[in-house]
């Protein structure tokens, strides 16, 4: 590719990303106030200092636009701490069965329901139960040695994750 293609199309994409993100912006603001003057309002001073009548609206009156009313935001209750189970995973060793624990968007505690515990496969647990809240998902490696047993625990602990 050209250097000089390569300079343009990142201009455009950087532009493209520098609009959409405006957009998201102005997408989520709750109020957006409009002027408009009154086209029934006299643009002249009241010289006989008697309050002007109210304009009423007919058949010719133009597009009204109305400001929504602004609401006071409710106060956020504190969020309560929920816990799921996940199904009942298969694998080669067994059967890995969790519950997830979380309080709003943080996981707070991992707990083995189900899970066979020879060959060293508790260590396993234990170790996988401390990277899944460290990292507060699946995003980590393999226990050495326990490649199944890894897998199996990340099924479950994501079956958990998708229930909330």
């Known amino acids: 590719m050209r250097k000089s293609t390569t300079i343009i199309t990142s201009i455009v994409a950087a532009s493209a990303l520098a609009v959409s993100l405006r957009v998201g912006q102005i997408a989520t603001q709750d109020n957006i106030a409009i002027d408009l003057p009154n086209p029934n309002a ?9 309050p002007p009548t109210p304009p009423t609206p007919g058949p010719s009156s133009s597009a ?14 504190a969020p309560a701490e929920v816990t799921m189970k996940s199904d009942a995973i298969q694998y080669k060793y067994g059967v890995v069965q969790i519950s997830v624990t979380k309080l709003g968007k943080k996981l707070t505690a991992v707990s083995l329901l189900q899970g066979d515990a020879t060959n060293g496969r508790d260590q396993a647990y ?10 507060q998902g699946t995003n980590f490696g393999n226990v050495s040695g326990a490649t199944f ?9 994501d079956n958990a994750l998708l229930k909330f």
């Open 42 to 50: 006299s643009s002249s001073p009241n010289p006989t200092g008697t």
């Open 64 to 77: 009204t636009v109305t400001a929504k009313p602004t609401k006071s935001p409710a106060p956020n209750p």
């Open 149 to 157: 047993t890894t897998d199996a625990f990340r099924k479950a602990v």
């Open 126 to 135: 234990k170790i996988l139960i401390d990277a899944t809240l460290q990292v």
